[in-house]
């Protein structure tokens, strides 16, 4: 696996795919939040907080990750080297985990990127005016886990087609049906009682926790779940294609 990571990492780094994903990550979240005149802009809402970026963000990562990860498995067999890593000594768990956590490392470079988002609000707080740390810390957790996720199904859509584009499509489809799509569904209010737990199926009322200061161990065990079980039908894939 670290072999496996050590190789995609390089990729991304070496290759400027990580720092090309962070700037443009960094650079969108600015403009939101700083330059336009929208409902997020920091100065609109009047509020010392980053829950504009915390809105922003899952939407930016939505886009971004797939674009990520879809070339992952997809593009090793349209080449053929898929063929050449199952010669290896190297089982298909190690393959797909040290895929994925290359891709959930520049997922952290560009959360640490964002730093300087708090520096700022700082700089711009009255002398009785504190930040609240412990909202953006639980803030910046949520993120964290919701990119993995994202990470994940990006991961799973690149092991079930050879094709880069597809397996962006889908990733994307997919990342939003499980952000947003359920929470939608359950907000017409369609299967009474059961919309509870439609909603709960759903990312977006996990990672609300998070914004909300809470650091619930159930939210925190639906997103190791839920990113596992993925991985596990990533392997399965794999194994099938072997």
Same mark, same amino acid.
């Given at each position: 696996?670290?072999?496996? %990571? /050590?190789?995609?990492?390089?990729?991304?780094?070496?290759? %400027?795919?990580?720092?090309?994903?962070?700037?443009?990550?960094?650079? #969108?979240?600015?403009?939101?939040? +700083?330059?336009?005149?929208?409902?997020?802009?920091?100065?609109?809402?009047?509020?010392?907080?980053?829950?504009?970026?915390?809105?922003?963000?899952? +939407?930016?990562?939505?886009?971004?990750?797939?674009?990520?990860?879809?070339?992952?498995?997809?593009?090793?067999?349209?080449?053929?080297?898929?063929? +050449?890593? %199952?010669? @290896?000594?190297?089982?298909?768990?190690?393959?797909? +985990?040290?895929?994925? @956590?290359?891709? #959930?490392? #520049?997922?952290?470079?560009?959360?640490?990127?964002? %730093?300087?988002?708090?520096?700022?609000?700082?700089?711009?707080?009255?002398?009785?005016?504190?930040?609240?740390?412990?909202?953006?810390?639980?803030?910046?957790?949520?993120?964290?886990?919701?990119?993995?996720?994202?990470?994940?199904?990006?991961?799973?859509?690149?092991?079930?087609? /050879?094709?880069?584009?597809?397996?962006?499509?889908?990733?994307?489809?997919?990342?939003?049906?499980?952000?947003?799509?359920?929470?939608?569904?359950?907000?017409?209010?369609?299967?009474?009682?059961?919309?509870?737990?439609?909603?709960?199926?759903?990312?977006?009322?996990?990672?609300?926790?998070?914004? /909300?200061?809470?650091?619930?161990?159930?939210?925190?065990?639906?997103?190791?779940?839920?990113?596992?079980?993925?991985?596990?039908?990533?392997?399965?894939?794999?194994?099938?294609? /072997?």
């Amino acid at each position: 696996m670290w072999t496996i %990571f /050590k190789k995609e990492f390089s990729n991304f780094y070496l290759g %400027f795919t990580a720092y090309l994903a962070t700037v443009t990550f960094v650079i #969108v979240s600015v403009l939101f939040l +700083w330059f336009f005149d929208n409902e997020f802009n920091v100065f609109n809402t009047g509020n010392a907080s980053l829950s504009s970026f915390f809105f922003v963000g899952p +939407w930016i990562f939505l886009f971004m990750i797939p674009a990520l990860t879809m070339k992952l498995i997809a593009e090793e067999q349209a080449n053929g080297t898929l063929l +050449w890593l %199952f010669t @290896l000594p190297i089982k298909n768990n190690q393959i797909i +985990w040290g895929k994925y @956590l290359a891709v #959930v490392s #520049v997922v952290i470079f560009c959360l640490l990127s964002t %730093f300087l988002f708090t520096i700022t609000l700082q700089e711009f707080l009255m002398p009785e005016q504190e930040l609240d740390y412990g909202t953006i810390f639980s803030g910046y957790l949520g993120l964290f886990f919701l990119g993995s996720l994202f990470a994940a199904i990006g991961l799973f859509t690149s092991s079930i087609t /050879k094709n880069q584009v597809m397996a962006y499509v889908l990733a994307v489809f997919f990342c939003f049906i499980i952000f947003y799509g359920f929470e939608s569904l359950a907000s017409y209010n369609l299967l009474g009682s059961m919309d509870f737990y439609v909603q709960k199926i759903g990312s977006f009322t996990h990672y609300n926790q998070f914004l /909300k200061g809470i650091i619930d161990t159930r939210d925190l065990l639906y997103f190791l779940i839920l990113i596992g079980i993925l991985n596990q039908i990533s392997i399965v894939n794999l194994e099938n294609k /072997k």
